[in-house]
Protein backbone atom coordinates (compact mmCIF):
# COMPACT_ATOMS: atom_id res chain seq x y z
CA UNK A 1 0.00 0.00 0.00
CA UNK A 2 1.39 3.31 -0.99
CA UNK A 3 2.18 5.76 1.59
CA UNK A 4 -0.20 9.11 2.17
CA UNK A 5 2.60 10.82 3.11
CA UNK A 6 4.70 9.75 0.30
CA UNK A 7 1.54 10.87 -1.92
CA UNK A 8 1.41 14.15 -0.09
CA UNK A 9 5.04 15.05 -0.70
CA UNK A 10 5.37 13.91 -4.44
CA UNK A 11 7.91 11.22 -3.77
CA UNK A 12 8.00 8.01 -6.15
CA UNK A 13 6.81 4.72 -4.82
CA UNK A 14 9.74 3.06 -6.41
CA UNK A 15 13.62 3.93 -6.31
CA UNK A 16 14.64 4.70 -9.83
CA UNK A 17 18.48 4.63 -8.70
CA UNK A 18 20.22 2.71 -5.92
CA UNK A 19 20.74 4.14 -3.09
CA UNK A 20 24.78 3.56 -3.12
CA UNK A 21 25.81 5.20 -6.24
CA UNK A 22 28.95 3.69 -7.66
CA UNK A 23 29.69 6.64 -9.95
CA UNK A 24 28.89 10.01 -10.51
CA UNK A 25 25.15 9.80 -11.31
CA UNK A 26 25.04 13.33 -13.44
CA UNK A 27 27.33 12.28 -16.05
CA UNK A 28 25.92 12.69 -19.30
CA UNK A 29 25.71 10.35 -22.24
CA UNK A 30 29.04 9.61 -23.80
CA UNK A 31 27.40 9.88 -27.05
CA UNK A 32 25.43 13.50 -26.54
CA UNK A 33 28.47 15.93 -28.11
CA UNK A 34 28.47 13.25 -30.79
CA UNK A 35 25.16 14.06 -31.56
CA UNK A 36 25.30 17.60 -31.27
CA UNK A 37 28.71 18.05 -33.64
CA UNK A 38 26.59 15.61 -36.11
CA UNK A 39 23.92 19.04 -37.03
CA UNK A 40 27.27 20.38 -38.75
CA UNK A 41 28.85 17.32 -40.68
CA UNK A 42 24.99 16.09 -42.50
CA UNK A 43 23.54 18.38 -45.16
CA UNK A 44 20.84 16.71 -44.67
CA UNK A 45 20.41 16.56 -40.90
CA UNK A 46 21.26 20.30 -40.94
CA UNK A 47 18.42 20.68 -43.40
CA UNK A 48 15.98 18.96 -41.27
CA UNK A 49 16.46 20.14 -37.77
CA UNK A 50 17.33 24.05 -38.99
CA UNK A 51 13.41 23.68 -41.07
CA UNK A 52 12.00 21.98 -37.93
CA UNK A 53 13.72 24.43 -35.37
CA UNK A 54 12.81 27.54 -37.40
CA UNK A 55 8.99 26.51 -38.11
CA UNK A 56 9.01 26.33 -34.30
CA UNK A 57 10.04 29.11 -33.16
CA UNK A 58 7.92 31.73 -35.61
CA UNK A 59 4.69 30.51 -33.54
CA UNK A 60 2.86 33.50 -32.12
CA UNK A 61 2.45 33.33 -28.14
CA UNK A 62 -0.60 34.27 -25.94
CA UNK A 63 -0.76 33.88 -22.42
CA UNK A 64 -4.07 33.07 -20.70
CA UNK A 65 -5.96 33.00 -17.45
CA UNK A 66 -7.72 30.21 -16.79
CA UNK A 67 -11.58 30.32 -15.80
CA UNK A 68 -12.84 27.86 -13.10
CA UNK A 69 -15.27 26.28 -15.43
CA UNK A 70 -12.56 24.44 -16.73
CA UNK A 71 -13.86 25.82 -20.61
CA UNK A 72 -11.20 27.59 -22.96
CA UNK A 73 -14.39 29.86 -24.44
CA UNK A 74 -13.98 31.49 -20.76
CA UNK A 75 -10.74 31.89 -20.46
CA UNK A 76 -9.12 35.77 -20.33
CA UNK A 77 -6.50 36.45 -22.27
CA UNK A 78 -3.26 38.51 -19.77
CA UNK A 79 -1.74 41.14 -21.87
CA UNK A 80 0.85 42.08 -19.27
CA UNK A 81 2.48 39.54 -16.86
CA UNK A 82 6.14 39.04 -16.10
CA UNK A 83 6.28 35.56 -17.32
CA UNK A 84 5.49 36.88 -20.42
CA UNK A 85 7.51 39.63 -20.18
CA UNK A 86 10.73 36.97 -19.32
CA UNK A 87 9.23 34.66 -22.41
CA UNK A 88 9.00 37.63 -25.01
CA UNK A 89 12.65 38.54 -24.19
CA UNK A 90 14.60 35.46 -22.57
CA UNK A 91 17.56 37.07 -21.81
CA UNK A 92 19.31 40.59 -22.67
CA UNK A 93 20.66 38.55 -25.77
CA UNK A 94 18.57 36.59 -27.22
CA UNK A 95 14.83 37.18 -28.93
CA UNK A 96 12.51 34.87 -28.14
CA UNK A 97 12.62 33.44 -31.97
CA UNK A 98 16.47 32.73 -31.28
CA UNK A 99 15.73 31.47 -27.89
CA UNK A 100 13.20 28.72 -29.06
CA UNK A 101 15.02 27.60 -32.15
CA UNK A 102 18.42 27.30 -29.87
CA UNK A 103 16.29 24.95 -28.01
CA UNK A 104 14.54 23.15 -30.11
CA UNK A 105 17.83 22.07 -32.20
CA UNK A 106 18.86 20.38 -28.89
CA UNK A 107 15.16 18.78 -28.58
CA UNK A 108 15.51 16.98 -32.54
CA UNK A 109 19.22 16.26 -31.95
CA UNK A 110 19.58 15.06 -28.64
CA UNK A 111 16.14 14.65 -27.28
CA UNK A 112 16.53 16.63 -24.41
CA UNK A 113 15.96 20.74 -24.30
CA UNK A 114 17.41 22.68 -20.91
CA UNK A 115 16.83 26.12 -19.63
CA UNK A 116 17.68 27.93 -17.06
CA UNK A 117 15.99 30.46 -14.77
CA UNK A 118 17.43 33.76 -13.33
CA UNK A 119 16.03 35.30 -10.84
CA UNK A 120 15.49 38.64 -10.14
CA UNK A 121 17.68 38.75 -7.06
CA UNK A 122 18.57 35.52 -4.63
CA UNK A 123 15.43 36.08 -2.31
CA UNK A 124 13.05 36.64 -4.60
CA UNK A 125 10.86 34.16 -6.29
CA UNK A 126 10.03 35.93 -9.88
CA UNK A 127 11.98 35.26 -12.60
CA UNK A 128 14.03 37.42 -14.68
CA UNK A 129 15.59 35.60 -17.50
CA UNK A 130 16.12 32.26 -19.30
CA UNK A 131 19.17 30.44 -20.50
CA UNK A 132 19.63 27.99 -22.65
CA UNK A 133 22.12 25.36 -21.81
CA UNK A 134 23.92 22.77 -23.64
CA UNK A 135 22.30 18.81 -22.51
CA UNK A 136 26.26 17.22 -22.87
CA UNK A 137 26.88 19.72 -19.95
CA UNK A 138 23.36 19.09 -17.46
CA UNK A 139 22.37 16.20 -15.83
CA UNK A 140 19.58 15.36 -13.65
CA UNK A 141 21.14 14.45 -9.81
CA UNK A 142 18.98 11.20 -9.19
CA UNK A 143 17.81 10.40 -5.70
CA UNK A 144 16.09 7.31 -4.55
CA UNK A 145 13.51 9.06 -2.47
CA UNK A 146 12.80 12.45 -4.28
CA UNK A 147 13.52 10.91 -7.90
CA UNK A 148 15.64 14.31 -8.69
CA UNK A 149 17.30 16.21 -6.18
CA UNK A 150 19.06 18.67 -8.26
CA UNK A 151 20.64 19.17 -11.57
CA UNK A 152 24.25 19.45 -12.25
CA UNK A 153 26.24 21.92 -14.62
CA UNK A 154 29.68 20.38 -15.86
CA UNK A 155 31.59 23.90 -17.44
CA UNK A 156 34.41 23.60 -20.20
CA UNK A 157 36.74 23.44 -17.66
CA UNK A 158 35.33 20.79 -15.76
CA UNK A 159 33.66 22.66 -12.96
CA UNK A 160 30.54 21.55 -11.06
CA UNK A 161 27.66 24.25 -10.49
CA UNK A 162 24.67 22.78 -9.01
CA UNK A 163 20.99 23.78 -9.33
CA UNK A 164 18.11 23.70 -7.59
CA UNK A 165 15.07 21.78 -9.04
CA UNK A 166 13.41 25.37 -9.35
CA UNK A 167 15.86 26.55 -10.97
CA UNK A 168 15.85 24.32 -13.93
CA UNK A 169 13.15 23.35 -16.71
CA UNK A 170 13.59 20.47 -19.12
CA UNK A 171 11.96 19.59 -22.49
CA UNK A 172 12.58 15.72 -22.64
CA UNK A 173 11.58 12.96 -25.76
CA UNK A 174 11.03 10.02 -23.14
CA UNK A 175 14.29 7.40 -23.24
CA UNK A 176 12.59 4.11 -22.76
CA UNK A 177 16.02 3.00 -21.27
CA UNK A 178 16.58 5.81 -18.98
CA UNK A 179 13.89 7.90 -17.09
CA UNK A 180 16.25 11.29 -16.19
CA UNK A 181 17.50 11.48 -20.15
CA UNK A 182 15.68 12.02 -23.32
CA UNK A 183 15.96 10.56 -26.90
CA UNK A 184 16.08 11.67 -30.00
CA UNK A 185 15.80 10.43 -33.70
CA UNK A 186 19.92 11.32 -34.22
CA UNK A 187 20.48 8.41 -31.76
CA UNK A 188 19.03 5.92 -33.73
CA UNK A 189 21.28 6.91 -36.72
CA UNK A 190 24.34 7.55 -35.51
CA UNK A 191 26.23 4.57 -37.07
CA UNK A 192 24.32 5.95 -40.61
CA UNK A 193 25.47 9.32 -40.05
CA UNK A 194 29.46 7.93 -39.40
CA UNK A 195 28.98 6.14 -42.30
CA UNK A 196 27.85 9.16 -44.77
CA UNK A 197 30.72 10.76 -43.61
CA UNK A 198 33.27 8.64 -43.61
CA UNK A 199 32.64 8.19 -47.16
CA UNK A 200 32.86 12.49 -47.72
CA UNK A 201 35.85 12.29 -45.92
CA UNK A 202 37.26 9.07 -48.34
CA UNK A 203 36.06 11.40 -51.14
CA UNK A 204 38.19 14.40 -49.71
CA UNK A 205 41.28 12.50 -49.29
CA UNK A 206 41.49 11.01 -52.55
CA UNK A 207 41.57 14.18 -54.32
CA UNK A 208 43.96 15.37 -51.41
CA UNK A 209 46.28 12.60 -51.57
CA UNK A 210 45.20 10.46 -55.26
CA UNK A 211 48.35 10.61 -56.81
CA UNK A 212 49.31 7.98 -53.77
CA UNK A 213 47.61 4.85 -55.19
CA UNK A 214 45.91 2.58 -52.37
CA UNK A 215 48.62 -0.46 -52.68
CA UNK A 216 51.52 -1.93 -51.58
CA UNK A 217 55.19 -2.33 -53.07
CA UNK A 218 57.30 -5.60 -52.96
CA UNK A 219 60.98 -5.25 -52.41
CA UNK A 220 63.19 -8.08 -53.53
CA UNK A 221 65.90 -6.74 -50.74
CA UNK A 222 65.97 -5.06 -47.11
CA UNK A 223 66.79 -1.23 -47.76
CA UNK A 224 68.98 0.20 -45.52
CA UNK A 225 67.55 3.25 -43.71
CA UNK A 226 69.43 6.12 -45.79
CA UNK A 227 67.75 3.92 -48.83
CA UNK A 228 64.29 3.63 -47.36
CA UNK A 229 64.23 7.84 -46.60
CA UNK A 230 65.12 8.43 -49.83
CA UNK A 231 62.68 6.36 -51.57
CA UNK A 232 59.79 7.61 -49.21
CA UNK A 233 60.75 10.86 -50.04
CA UNK A 234 61.13 10.52 -53.44
CA UNK A 235 58.13 8.84 -53.95
CA UNK A 236 55.79 11.55 -51.85
CA UNK A 237 57.62 13.83 -53.92
CA UNK A 238 56.48 12.82 -57.27
CA UNK A 239 53.04 11.10 -56.03
CA UNK A 240 51.05 13.09 -53.42
CA UNK A 241 49.07 15.34 -54.01
CA UNK A 242 46.12 16.51 -56.74
CA UNK A 243 48.89 18.20 -58.90
CA UNK A 244 51.05 14.70 -59.42
CA UNK A 245 47.60 12.52 -59.84
CA UNK A 246 47.70 9.36 -62.53
CA UNK A 247 52.08 9.97 -62.96
CA UNK A 248 53.09 6.82 -64.47
CA UNK A 249 55.38 4.95 -61.24
CA UNK A 250 58.73 3.74 -62.55
CA UNK A 251 59.96 1.23 -59.85
CA UNK A 252 63.89 0.29 -59.52
CA UNK A 253 65.43 -2.27 -58.11
CA UNK A 254 63.27 -5.16 -58.83
CA UNK A 255 60.25 -3.22 -56.47
CA UNK A 256 56.97 -4.40 -57.87
CA UNK A 257 53.23 -2.62 -57.05
CA UNK A 258 50.46 -4.55 -55.82
CA UNK A 259 47.17 -2.71 -56.18
CA UNK A 260 45.41 -3.13 -52.82
CA UNK A 261 42.57 -0.30 -53.26
CA UNK A 262 38.91 -0.13 -53.98
CA UNK A 263 37.61 2.15 -57.54
CA UNK A 264 35.27 5.24 -56.80
CA UNK A 265 32.54 2.95 -57.97
CA UNK A 266 33.51 -0.10 -56.03
CA UNK A 267 32.75 1.93 -52.75
CA UNK A 268 29.44 2.96 -54.37
CA UNK A 269 29.28 6.12 -52.56
CA UNK A 270 26.33 7.43 -53.74
CA UNK A 271 23.74 4.58 -53.17
CA UNK A 272 25.50 5.01 -49.69
CA UNK A 273 24.41 8.26 -49.06
CA UNK A 274 21.35 8.34 -50.13
CA UNK A 275 20.63 5.15 -48.16
CA UNK A 276 21.32 7.65 -45.11
CA UNK A 277 19.63 9.95 -46.24
CA UNK A 278 16.69 8.13 -46.59
CA UNK A 279 16.96 6.79 -43.43
CA UNK A 280 17.40 10.23 -42.15
CA UNK A 281 13.98 11.39 -43.13
CA UNK A 282 11.91 7.92 -41.88
CA UNK A 283 13.53 8.64 -38.31
CA UNK A 284 12.32 11.91 -38.39
CA UNK A 285 9.02 11.27 -40.43
CA UNK A 286 9.79 14.32 -42.50
CA UNK A 287 8.36 15.26 -45.91
CA UNK A 288 11.03 14.49 -48.94
CA UNK A 289 9.27 17.92 -49.89
CA UNK A 290 9.75 20.18 -47.25
CA UNK A 291 13.58 19.38 -47.91
CA UNK A 292 12.53 20.85 -52.01
CA UNK A 293 13.10 17.71 -53.91
CA UNK A 294 10.20 18.49 -56.09
CA UNK A 295 10.47 16.24 -59.05
CA UNK A 296 7.74 14.19 -58.73
CA UNK A 297 5.31 16.55 -56.25
CA UNK A 298 2.42 18.38 -57.91
CA UNK A 299 0.41 20.79 -56.15
CA UNK A 300 -2.03 17.84 -54.39
CA UNK A 301 0.85 16.41 -53.15
CA UNK A 302 2.58 19.89 -51.67
CA UNK A 303 -0.30 21.07 -49.74
CA UNK A 304 -0.47 17.35 -48.24
CA UNK A 305 3.18 17.68 -47.02
CA UNK A 306 2.80 21.22 -46.03
CA UNK A 307 -0.54 20.08 -43.73
CA UNK A 308 1.37 16.70 -42.12
CA UNK A 309 4.38 18.66 -41.64
CA UNK A 310 2.42 21.11 -39.91
CA UNK A 311 0.39 18.65 -37.72
CA UNK A 312 2.56 15.82 -37.18
CA UNK A 313 5.86 17.61 -36.96
CA UNK A 314 5.26 21.59 -35.41
CA UNK A 315 2.17 20.73 -33.49
CA UNK A 316 3.81 17.74 -31.15
CA UNK A 317 7.02 20.50 -30.64
CA UNK A 318 4.68 23.07 -29.61
CA UNK A 319 2.84 20.79 -27.32
CA UNK A 320 6.33 20.00 -25.39
CA UNK A 321 6.94 23.53 -25.31
CA UNK A 322 3.85 24.42 -24.17
CA UNK A 323 3.73 21.90 -21.30
CA UNK A 324 6.85 23.23 -20.22
CA UNK A 325 6.12 26.75 -19.91
CA UNK A 326 2.55 26.19 -18.13
CA UNK A 327 3.65 23.25 -15.72
CA UNK A 328 7.38 24.39 -14.52
CA UNK A 329 7.95 28.12 -16.33
CA UNK A 330 4.56 29.62 -15.01
CA UNK A 331 4.24 27.70 -11.50
CA UNK A 332 7.61 29.27 -10.60
CA UNK A 333 6.43 32.59 -12.14
CA UNK A 334 3.22 32.40 -9.61
CA UNK A 335 5.00 30.95 -6.88
CA UNK A 336 4.32 33.07 -3.71
CA UNK A 337 0.46 32.43 -5.06
CA UNK A 338 0.69 28.34 -5.80
CA UNK A 339 -2.34 27.49 -3.86
CA UNK A 340 -4.27 29.75 -5.71
CA UNK A 341 -6.85 28.05 -8.00
CA UNK A 342 -6.36 30.72 -10.77
CA UNK A 343 -3.65 29.39 -12.81
CA UNK A 344 -1.79 31.42 -15.52
CA UNK A 345 -1.07 29.19 -18.86
CA UNK A 346 0.66 30.04 -22.12
CA UNK A 347 -0.89 28.91 -25.56
CA UNK A 348 0.54 29.51 -28.83
CA UNK A 349 -2.34 31.02 -31.34
CA UNK A 350 -2.26 29.13 -33.98
CA UNK A 351 -1.59 31.24 -37.38
CA UNK A 352 -1.92 30.65 -40.55
CA UNK A 353 1.50 30.86 -41.60
CA UNK A 354 3.19 28.36 -44.13
CA UNK A 355 5.05 26.14 -41.24
CA UNK A 356 2.83 27.28 -38.48
CA UNK A 357 0.10 24.21 -37.50
CA UNK A 358 -2.78 25.30 -38.42
Not at 140 to 153: H, L, N, R
Request: charge should be neutral; hydrophobic fraction near 40%.
Amino acid sequence: MRSVIGTIRNQPPIAYVPRVQVAWPWMAKSTTEQELRAFGRNGDLFAIVSRLANAVSQVEWKLYRSAKSGNDDDRTEVADHQALRVWNKPNDFMTRQEYVEAGQQHIDLVGEGWNLIGWASKSASIPAELWPARPDRMAPVPSPDKFISGYMYIGPNGEQVPFEIDDVTMIRCPNPWDVYRGMGPVQSMLVDLDASRYSAEWNRNFFTNSAAPGGMIEMEKSLSDPEWEKFVARWREQHQGVSNAHRVAILEGGAKWVDASYSMRDMQFAELEQVASDKLLRSFGFPKFMLGEVNDVNRATAEASDAMFAKWLVVPRLERWKGMLNNDFCRCSVRPARASSSITTIRYRRTPRRNSPR
